[in-house]
């Protein structure tokens, strides 16, 4: 194997793992259509973003557990568990192009009024975003993305803008369901085979770079205020949206 791979494959893995530690999710957007320029198999390829989330989202939440809030974790884990089935059936029933062209138009309309609803200052009413109902639509459609196309972070960080969670709670919920999520798909992943001698070469390799974007991302959130962080993050949706869109064109 090339050293020239594994050192891009390292240099992908932390932009990847970087864009997850500072936003809470999107790794695997970033770093899925660059692995794909190298010579590595798409089994490969998408068992190593499973690994990497799941090792970014490990450092999280040993430096942010109390900040979880633990029912809302729970209503989400439950509703993607009843979600990820249906994803399976939909992956063999329905093409992957058809689902990313709704999801990256729906993240475009979604990143845009939640610019509009901030610079406006408007509000949902309150009894919406408290609702114990809300979590399971959104949980369940995680499940669906997460096991039929490994996006399953995207329902769970639209559902956080929703309730409008500080800073420390929106990034601490969010990283404790990925890790419950991507502990399924992992395993899923090694059952299926898709496991093999090179994976674990660059998983390995990679460990360094994921620990200093874990840091670097840290860093970068606490020096954000709160505005300027969740304006950022509905840009960031906006061009995941625009990513996801030009991914199918």
């Known amino acids: 194997m090339p050293v020239s791979v594994i050192i891009l494959v390292v240099l992908i893995v932390f932009l990847g793992s970087l864009t997850r530690s500072t936003f809470g999710f999107g790794d695997s957007v970033i ?25 970014v989202g490990l450092m999280a939440i040993f430096s942010a557990w109390k900040y979880i809030d633990r029912r809302i974790l729970i209503l989400l884990s439950l509703s993607t ?42 509000e949902l009413p309150k ?26 972070g995207i329902p769970i960080v639209v559902y956080g803008t929703f309730r409008d969670w500080e800073m420390k709670t929106f990034q601490s919920t969010l990283q404790s369901h990925f890790i419950i999520s991507s502990l399924l798909i992992v395993l899923g992943q090694a ?23 874990h840091k670097a991302g840290k860093g970068i959130r606490q020096r954000l205020p709160v505005h300027r962080f969740e304006t950022l993050l509905f840009f960031f949706i906006i061009f995941l949206g625009g990513m996801l869109l030009l991914s199918v064109s």
Do not use: C, D
Not at 193 to 213: D, H, N
């Open 191 to 213: 059952l299926g085979g898709f496991w093999s001698k090179e994976l674990f070469i660059f998983y390995i390799a990679s460990l360094p770079a994921i620990y200093l974007a």
């Open 81 to 122: 568990f009843v979600g990820i089935p249906i994803g399976l059936y939909l992956v063999k029933n329905m093409s992957q192009e058809r689902v990313t062209l709704i999801l990256g138009i729906f993240l475009l309309f979604y990143g845009v009024y939640s610019l509009i609803k901030q610079r406006f200052q408007l």
């Open 31 to 55: 770093s899925m259509p660059l692995l794909a320029l190298l010579p590595l198999s798409i089994h490969t390829s998408v068992s190593l973003i499973g690994l990497t989330g799941l090792s």
């Open 127 to 152: 009894k919406w975003k408290e609702s114990n109902f809300l979590p399971l639509p959104f949980g369940l459609l995680s499940g669906v993305l997460g096991s039929a196309y490994n996006m399953n």
